[in-house]
């Protein structure tokens, strides 16, 4: 079992910047590839960026490429997501989650999942 807590949304200007948290716990040695999603009122869930805990590769959707960055700190076996830049279309509420295996993109290949925290961008 994983245990994951988002920290960090909130009501931002467009152009601002937000960096957002999650905190793993339990068997985290057993999920190497962590990601955040996020989901806006009526659409689908969607990939934002994973990272990889071994070797610090990194994904990123297009849309926030430039303006996302994903990292952790495995002492604290933490990750975050800094978003610069802020959209109005980047609201959602983003979750982070543990993946096990399959298409890093898919959210249907991560086993574990946050509660989620809200983003808000206001135009």
């Known amino acids: 079992q994983v245990q994951l807590v988002e920290s960090g949304g909130g009501l931002v200007q467009s152009g601002g910047s937000l960096r957002l948290s999650c905190a793993a716990s339990g068997r985290t040695f057993s999920y190497d590839i962590m990601g955040w999603f996020r989901q806006a009122p009526g659409k689908e869930r969607e990939f934002v960026a994973a990272i990889s805990w071994s070797f610090y590769i990194t994904y990123y959707a297009d849309s926030v490429k430039g303006r996302f960055t994903i990292s952790r700190d495995n002492g604290k076996n933490t990750m975050y997501l800094q978003m610069n830049s802020l959209k109005p279309e980047d609201t959602a509420v983003y979750y982070c989650?543990?993946?096990?295996?399959?298409?890093?993109?898919?959210?249907?290949?991560?086993?574990?999942w946050g509660q989620g925290t809200q983003v808000t961008v206001s135009s």
């Open positions: 989650a543990a993946r096990n295996t399959g298409n890093i993109y898919s959210p249907l290949s991560y086993d574990f």
